[in-house]
């Protein structure tokens, strides 16, 4: 069938036929239900791509504290001269910070970057998936799977970026208009002092609009949630495929809301368990650390202030990502699937009714 912009398109991405035997169900028992059948394709892609995850991850902290040691060096010196001469001292003076802060910016933005490949890699992965379970449902292996996925993996990729860079920038405008409230600079709107009431003024500015802002962010996420199947499986570009996720969940946003606010208090919470559930860890690797740097408490703090959230960031592809993907994947399935239905329904109307 020719695509004329209106009518769907055949999915050739990944190399599936137009023959379907088994349909899975909708919702997310659907999804849940193309993992458990795919479940060593899938799951074993998963854990390939999280162990790959997790050295890479390892290898991006480990370089900044590699990177960092001397400065952590001089801030011991430091602070060891000014106690033996009981002097007060402030730790990081001495332009011990600025090092400290630009290795940190340089491994937060590697980190980003490798999240965005994950995360790309995964929903592609996972809507190939689900798409060979709607057309063909015959045998999948991992290795079958990556090949199918690998060619529109830069679309997707491009597609991700689009929508962290669209969210980013709305939850940065939140954090912005939250600053700038504390710090009294909105005319009119003053922060409460200590023990004071709030004016509703403040209450309505600089609480309920910054998180109102704030909250506009994962709606527009899940609006776009479609996106990356659709440029995987359709063959669209980055914009067109961000279009069409927005056109596709104009008429469920309800089940668009629902579905993403199900899969993201599952991530939150895991995170938050598995932060929690690491904290002993955070201990022996500040002993370790205390060893490796000959008691330097400051290089040990900094350790053991991000291994749980390291922990739990890592954990997350293995334990949560295939839920996300497969909902979303399986979201994008129903929604085309209603689209279509839609389209042969007007068409068989207008036949009639000639």
Known sequence: MAHDGKQPTVRVADGI?????????????????????????????????????????????????????????????????????????????????????????????????????????????????????????????????????????????????????????????????????????????????????????????????????????PLLYFRLSAATAESVLERHSPFVALHRSWVLTRHARWRTLGVGTLVTVAAVSVFGLARYAAAPLAHLAGLGMLWLSDGNVWITGVLVMILPTAVALLLLPPVVMPLVCAVFAHLHGDLRAREEATMQADTSSSILHR
Do not use: K
Request: glycine fraction near 12%.
């Open 17 to 217: 036929g137009d023959n379907p035997v088994e349909r899975p169900g909708a919702g997310i028992g659907g999804a849940l239900g193309v993992v458990r059948r795919y479940r060593r394709a899938l799951y074993g892609f998963t854990l390939r791509v999280s162990a790959l995850t997790a050295v890479l991850g390892c290898v991006i902290v480990a370089g900044g504290f590699a990177a960092t040691w001397d400065t952590f060096e001089a801030v011991r010196d430091y602070a060891d001269s000014n106690i033996a001469n009981e002097d007060s001292y402030v730790a990081y003076a001495d332009g011990g910070m600025s090092p400290l802060v630009r290795v940190g910016a340089v491994v937060s933005l590697l980190l980003f970057v490798l999240a965005l490949l994950v995360v790309s890699v995964l929903h592609a992965a996972y809507a190939v998936g689900d798409s060979h379970a709607r057309r063909d449902g015959g045998p999948l292996a991992t290795r079958e799977l990556w090949r199918r996925t690998r060619p529109r993996f830069p679309a997707a990729l491009a597609v991700n970026a689009l929508t962290g860079l669209a969210v980013g920038a709305i939850e940065v405008t939140g954090l912005v208009l939250w600053g700038l409230i504390q710090s009294s600079d909105v005319p009119g709107v003053e922060p409460p002092y200590l023990h004071e009431t709030a004016t509703p003024q403040y209450t309505l500015v600089g609480w309920v609009l910054p998180i109102a802002v704030g909250c506009l962010g």
